[in-house]
């Protein structure tokens, strides 16, 4: 059975970064696919951050292009988030996704709360 | 960019009762749409990709629609564990994936 978890610190100061990375089980990441993170802000809808391919090829949402970065370690089976000079704005749920058709996400993480705050 | 708009924001429904959801596109997205189930606490499911393509292991009472620029998602009869937020989501090229607002669903 294929899964995805996420891990990191829940908690994380205004102007530091915010990093998580999520652990693929069950399946090769170098077999292919994209995998990438959604956000959901408490109430809130559901946010695209990004998507990694296994080339390394990265692909962000453009309201946070300058403030993120991907990356994926294809022996120890994760990919990673960081998000740079994070305010109040960010806490969210985080979710790690793996995206097998450009645009059709079929696998979630359970999801980790990443709270922004003093 | 494409605007996703999704109507209604809630609804209340009796079991067995027939659910529909409408999803518009501010312009042409071809069958790039998907339709995703959120519970409370709980990761979106995948019900239905590419307009009316319903999911592996998904029940058969969710169906997905297109009418040139309007998407219908279609609950044929309502059942309590249905209760959920279903989120429109399209992709165009990347970077642009973009989720509707959702349509939170409850029991009557």
């Known amino acids: 059975q294929v899964q995805v978890r996420e891990s990191g610190p829940g908690l994380v100061k205004p102007s530091e970064t915010l990093s998580l990375t999520c652990a693929v089980s069950g399946y090769s990441i170098s077999s292919g696919y994209y995998w990438g993170w959604i956000r959901q802000s408490p109430g809130k809808g559901l946010e695209w951050i990004g998507y990694i391919y296994l080339s390394g090829s990265t692909y962000y949402n453009p309201s946070l292009n300058s403030r993120v970065a991907m990356s994926l370690d294809k022996t120890k089976k994760q990919f990673s988030l960081r998000l740079t000079s994070v305010t109040a704005a960010d806490t969210a749920v985080y979710y790690c996704v793996r995206d097998r058709q450009l645009g059709v996400i079929d696998l979630w993480g359970q999801g980790t709360l990443v709270t922004v705050s003093s | 960019d494409i605007q996703m708009t999704q109507s209604p924001s809630s609804l209340s429904a009796s079991v067995g009762d027939s659910v529909t959801i409408t999803c518009q596109a501010s312009?042409?997205?071809?069958?790039?749409l998907n339709w995703y189930q959120q519970k409370p606490g709980k990761a979106p499911r995948l019900l239905i990709y590419?307009?009316?393509n319903l999911e592996e292991g998904v029940p058969s009472r969710f169906r997905g629609s297109r009418s040139g620029t309007d998407f219908t998602f279609t609950i044929t009869s309502l059942q309590p564990e249905d209760i959920a937020i279903y989120y429109c989501?399209?992709?165009?090229?990347?970077?642009?994936?973009?989720f509707g607002p959702g349509t939170k669903v409850d029991l009557k």
């Open positions: 312009q042409d997205i071809s069958n790039d």
């Open positions: 590419d307009v009316s």
């Open positions: 989501q399209h992709y165009d090229n990347l970077p642009s994936l973009t």
